[in-house]
């Protein structure tokens, strides 16, 4: 499993042998109810165990942005800020030639009709920073550009980072992305 590693997966499997077979039984039946019950938003790609997923059911998110994605992990992490109360479209990955991923294999194309029906005043794109990050927001932001405000995320140092262990990229993404002090 992706963040287990050899140690921990030697721990939770010595923990489950030392468990009474019904603990184990409920637990390997959980994770089959979560893989029959959890599915996909029809709306947002999100992670959901019902049609339509609770953030975009809920009347007090903000319908006029759009955060775009890679993947629910990263919905996950930007709720757990609070700071953001717009509605998410997961691709579902990034674009990766070397991998086999080109945008028919991600949920681009229902974005690109959201966005084209909805019209919302703008649309941010969160895709994690590596090259594929990189080519899929610059092939979505072209597909959204005609039809909205597109805006990508700022990257630069991380809160407690030294300006001497920060690489050039994060360095000069940092200063591209610097804004006026509010006093």
Not at 52 to 68: A, E, G, K, S, Y
Not at 72 to 92: C, F, M, N, P, W
Not at 109 to 127: F, N
């Amino acid at each position: 499993m992706p963040g287990v590693g050899p140690k921990t997966a030697q721990r939770l499997a010595l923990h489950l042998l030392k468990r009474p077979e019904a603990d184990v039984e409920g637990l390997a039946q959980a994770i089959i109810d979560a893989k029959k019950q959890v599915g996909l938003c029809k709306i947002c790609h999100h992670l959901s165990a019902e049609p339509v997923c609770d953030l975009c059911r809920h009347p007090n998110r903000d319908n006029t942005i759009i955060c775009v994605v890679g993947d629910s992990r990263d919905v996950i992490a930007l709720e757990k800020t609070r700071e953001y109360q717009g509605k998410y479209h997961v691709l579902g990955g990034v674009i990766s030639p070397m991998d086999g991923i080109g945008p028919e294999q991600l949920n681009i194309e229902s974005l690109v009709r959201r966005v084209s029906q909805q019209r919302p005043q703008e649309v941010i794109l969160a895709i994690n920073p590596s090259v594929e990050g990189e080519t899929t927001t610059l092939y979505v932001g072209q597909l959204l550009k005609p039809f909205t405000k597109v805006t990508r995320i700022a990257f630069g140092l991380p809160m407690g980072g030294d300006l001497e262990y920060a690489d050039e990229v994060t360095l000069a993404r940092a200063l591209e992305g610097r804004r006026e002090l509010d006093f």
